[in-house]
């Protein structure tokens, strides 16, 4: 991290239902750990704060410096787990990286150019297939928080909705693919075929 003062914030989502994958997917073995801790350690190289937010009764393994929040209601989507996630990150975390649990591959100099981006901007996205993917997502939390209460009051439920309300970067592909070449950053695993990919 740039400054070693701030405290920086992870969001690591893995509420939802793993419904497609058949059975708990973040507990599924990814280069011999859980999907949920690599996930983690890649938010651990930015962040000095990490929430994990699961479902209502969910209880997975986590280390114990990670703290574990719960959505407030069962599977009501991304938005209300992103909001869950910054009610459980102290008050003097002013910038975040949100990520999803079923993500294994995140390279974290990419979420570190990320995070940089936001003195331009309130939120940071990357670029695939020209258009902005909701996943990664850095955020300025002070600002987002009333925007994502304002839009789940709504209805909305979609992270993606939150790209349209408040001063959004995106990060072309061929900037942050200068850290990941691959584009491992935006592998996200949602059916068993997913892992050999």
């Known amino acids: 991290m740039s400054d070693s003062t701030e405290r920086v914030g992870a969001i690591v989502l893995a ?11 973040l507990a599924e073995p990814v280069g011999g750990r859980p999907m949920l801790d690599r996930a983690i350690d890649a938010v651990r190289a930015v962040a000095t704060d990490i929430v994990v937010v699961s479902t209502l009764d969910g209880t997975p393994t986590i280390p ?8 407030a209601r069962a599977f009501e989507g991304p938005l209300a787990g992103l909001a869950a996630g910054l009610a459980a990150l102290d008050d003097s975390v002013r910038r975040a990286v949100v990520v999803g649990g079923d993500m294994p591959s995140l390279v974290p100099p990419v979420l570190e150019r990320m995070l940089g981006r936001l003195e331009y901007a309130d939120a940071v996205v990357l670029e695939a297939d020209d258009r902005p993917r909701p996943l990664p997502m850095a955020i300025r939390s002070v600002v987002l928080g009333p925007v994502i209460g304002r839009l789940l009051a709504g209805g909305e439920r979609r992270l993606r ?37």
Do not use: C, Y
């Open 15 to 25: 509420g939802g239902r793993s419904s497609r994958f058949g059975r708990d997917k």
């Open 161 to 197: 909705a939150l790209l349209t309300e408040v001063r959004t970067e995106t990060l072309d592909q061929e900037t942050w693919r200068q850290d990941d070449p691959e584009g491992a950053s935006l592998r996200d695993v949602d059916v068993p075929e997913d892992l050999s990919g």
């Open 64 to 71: 114990t410096d990670v703290t574990l929040a719960h959505d």
